[in-house]
């Protein structure tokens, strides 16, 4: 049984940073692109950032130089760095496996003004 596992999130002023962490088990991790998406409320979910199996990254405009996806096979982990947040940041941020064949249960990123 596939499981994603996030955590990292939490509450932060304007302009800090967090990093999220995806932990994956019971799948052959390494053969999927793995993404994070983040959904603000009474918003649609939205893709953030995406990194191939062989770490080819894609990010959502919005975030282009501030948020950085990177991926660890030997720990079937994926990572979110994201710094110079801001308070539209604000929303509960998934770990997707295969572009939203597997989620997980979601971690919550609040940014204070």
């Known amino acids: 049984q596939v499981q994603l596992v996030e955590s990292g999130g939490g509450l932060v002023q304007a302009g800090g940073s967090l990093r999220l962490t995806c932990t994956v088990s019971g799948s052959f991790f390494s053969l999927y692109t793995m993404a994070w998406y983040r959904q603000a409320p009474g918003m649609q979910r939205e893709l953030v950032a995406s990194i191939t199996r062989v770490a080819i990254t894609n990010y959502a405009d919005s975030v282009k130089g501030r948020f950085t996806i990177s991926r660890d096979n030997t720990k079937a982990t994926v990572y979110l760095q994201m710094n110079s947040l801001k308070p539209e940041d604000t929303a509960v941020y998934y770990c997707?496996?295969?572009?939203?064949?597997?989620w997980g249960q979601g971690t919550q990123v609040t940014v204070s003004s």
């Open positions: 997707s496996m295969g572009m939203g064949n597997y």
